[in-house]
């Protein structure tokens, strides 16, 4: 892609102290078998090497913008960021020690328009400390609504894909409160969308660090958090879905 051409495809990592991570995750972008995309890397307030590699990896592929936060915000307003500056038709998201494997984004588009979706995701694979995969594979359902997702959790950041000529990016902003990606989908949903699941594991999951996710009881205060004040559920509905929800949660570590 020469450098002022409108790429097909926009890809957003936030990145904030990921020096040991963040080469090895953007070659796994670059690696893509689908090669006309942006690759916006979000510098959030580092402290570390992150920001010279990221300027090492601008200079040497010029589809590689960083755009620099300054001070940390976290990862919603570093996404937010680069949802802004994204000029593809279709945006994907990738935290900065996950991998994709080189077919993700080449089938990721290749089932949207299978589907005629705005919204797809794909299975993943849990990671290693050294994204080695474990073999634990997390699949998904064909197609998701919004009730459909409440007590389910699977849609993962890592996979996502959007087209923007189908959402407005305003859809697709994450707004600053914990489990701000689970809060974004159920927004799209809820109006009307359907996210459709690709059951192929195109991603690793790098666990190493995650300790929030890790955590059970802040992940149940979390969700529980969501359904009663983002989605302002009553407690019957919010402890129906959140059982639906701990019993799959459960289920994709075992």
Not at 114 to 133: L, P
Not at 149 to 159: D, E, G, M, N, Q
Request: hydrophobic share 40%; aromatic share 10%; proline share 3%.
């Amino acid at each position: 892609m020469e450098k002022n051409a409108t790429p097909a495809v926009s890809i957003v990592i936030p990145v904030h102290n990921a020096e040991q991570y963040i080469e090895q995750t953007v070659r796994s972008v670059e690696a893509q078998t689908e090669q006309d995309f942006e690759l916006l890397l979000v510098e959030d307030g580092s402290n570390d090497a992150s920001a010279q590699i990221l300027k090492k990896l601008a200079a040497e592929d010029v589809r590689i913008r960083v755009l620099v936060n300054g001070e940390p915000h976290g990862a919603c307003h570093a996404r937010n960021c680069g949802i802004r500056e994204a000029k593809g038709r279709y945006l994907a998201f990738l935290d900065a020690d996950d991998l994709w494997l080189p077919e993700k984004l080449a089938k990721s588009l290749a089932y949207m328009k299978e589907k005629d979706g705005a919204f797809v995701f794909t299975a993943y694979e849990f990671g290693d400390r050294e994204a080695n995969g474990t073999g634990k594979i997390v699949h998904v359902p064909e197609h998701l609504t919004y009730r459909q997702a409440l007590p389910r959790t699977v849609i993962f950041t890592s996979t996502v894909v959007f087209d923007l000529t189908r959402l407005r990016k305003e859809q697709i902003y994450m707004p600053e409160i914990t489990s701000e990606d689970t809060a974004t989908w159920w927004n799209i949903l809820r109006s009307g969308v359907t996210a459709y699941g690709l059951d192929e594991n195109l991603v690793t999951y790098r666990r190493a660090g995650k300790s929030l996710s890790s955590n059970k009881l802040e992940a149940i205060r979390r969700i529980w958090i969501l359904y009663r004040k983002n989605e302002k559920l009553g407690i019957l509905p919010s402890l129906y879905y959140l059982c639906g929800w701990a019993v799959r949660a459960v289920a994709r570590r075992l």
